[in-house]
């Protein structure tokens, strides 16, 4: 098949849709696929086209017409869209204009994304915001959901638009590593003898950073022994580190910055839990490879969450409060063992093998439906 990927993220950018996007590209190449990204990067460095230096710049609408020219002259099968705003639209008018299906995966709960940026706003007025960035979604050939329980909603709410389920949380490894932890420590620069709690994520507002801060903070003034390590960067990073200060926890917390993703197995590896606080993401792609890694995973209870973590079983789900939070992260701490052994299971179900499998199938009902 002839693929057209287009998308506001893509490696070196390091979020979750750039890497689960990036993996899916590389896995359809191997197997023997034509797959094109239009997206930052390639394409638009290629062509001197000009985009905001950021995770999710924006294609200017100016430069589009350009742009459809160049990709006319290519005979796609299919044209997949990752995001909705602007590049949504061009991707509906590329299909129309070439005779080409496109298929759209929505990655984010893009509702609470706008409620979490937009809350000064009246709640009627985000409910028109959002509803008119997802009015391109009625003119798709297929959505593409992450998750079971959003496959659901995703029918009830676009019921003329065919949806199917595929995970975008497909591992191209297992994270597990089998050098001692010890090792692995030394080699970080890490303490041997503390619990290390880790949180891999952009340091965004939607991604509810503060919270485990907090939670953090409760949790060490009953345990002496621990390090809550952050890593990722964005745009929250200066107000996190200057919240840890206030809570007496600029020594007890590490900010390592960006780490390249084939290098996340060492960090997953010497760790002894995975905290997790979003409530915006459709799945998090970081639970998962923790999961591999075979870290417990203690998160806020959620729809998103309860996807894949089985609360006790293979981590903890705990309501939207950081003292609730912080005896759960105790508990894991206790028993470490036996949730680790459920949490590498559960990740086996998420190879990219198999996510790209069900892509594969997704891509051939909806070109032949057309």
């Not at 007025?125 to 009015?135: E, F, P, Q, T």
């Not at 949490?343 to 892509?359: F, H, I, P, V």
Request: hydrophobic content about 40%; proline content about 6%.
């Amino acid at each position: 098949m002839n693929i057209l990927v287009i998308t506001a993220t893509y490696p070196p950018s390091v979020n979750g849709v750039a890497i689960s996007t990036q993996r899916t590209v590389l896995a359809l190449k191997k197997r023997g696929h034509t797959v094109f990204v239009l997206g930052p990067g390639e394409f638009l460095t290629l062509h001197n086209v000009p985009f905001a230096p950021k995770d999710y710049p924006i294609i200017f609408p100016f430069l589009l017409p350009s742009i459809k020219e160049r990709l006319a002259r290519t005979s796609w099968d299919i044209i997949h869209v990752h995001h909705p705003s602007v590049i949504g639209s061009l991707a509906v008018s590329l299909g129309k204009r070439l005779g080409v299906p496109v298929v759209f995966t929505y990655h984010t709960q893009y509702d609470r994304y706008i409620d979490t940026y937009a809350p000064f706003l009246p709640k009627a007025l985000r409910r028109s915001i959002y509803i008119g960035a997802l009015a391109f979604c009625r003119e798709v050939q297929a959505i593409i959901a992450p998750t079971h329980w959003l496959e659901g909603q995703l029918r009830e709410r676009f019921p003329e638009v065919p949806v199917y389920y595929v995970s975008t949380a497909g591992l191209p490894k297992i994270f597990a590593l089998k050098t001692p932890k010890s090792a692995l420590r030394r080699q970080l620069g890490l303490p041997e003898n503390l619990s290390i709690f880790l949180t891999v994520s952009r340091l965004s507002k939607e991604k509810n950073l503060a919270f485990l801060i907090g939670s953090f903070a409760i949790w060490s003034k009953r345990n002496r022994s621990g390090l809550l390590v952050i890593v990722g960067d964005g745009s929250e990073r200066s107000s996190l580190r200057k919240l840890a200060v206030s809570h007496s926890m600029d020594k007890s917390i590490r900010f390592v910055g960006k780490i390249p993703n084939q290098d996340l197995a060492t960090w997953y590896s010497a760790s002894d839990v995975f905290l997790y606080s979003s409530t915006t993401d459709t799945i998090g792609v970081n639970i998962i490879e923790a999961m591999s890694a075979g870290l417990p995973v203690v998160s806020i209870d959620d729809t998103t969450t309860r996807e894949v973590i089985r609360s006790k079983v293979n981590g903890i789900l705990v309501p939207p409060k950081e003292e609730a939070f912080a005896k759960a992260m105790a508990l894991a701490l206790e028993q470490k063992k036996r949730l680790a052994s459920e949490s590498r299971d559960t990740a086996g179900a998420y190879m990219l093998e198999a996510t790209t499998q069900a892509l594969e199938r997704v891509y051939r009902t909806i070109i032949q439906s057309r």
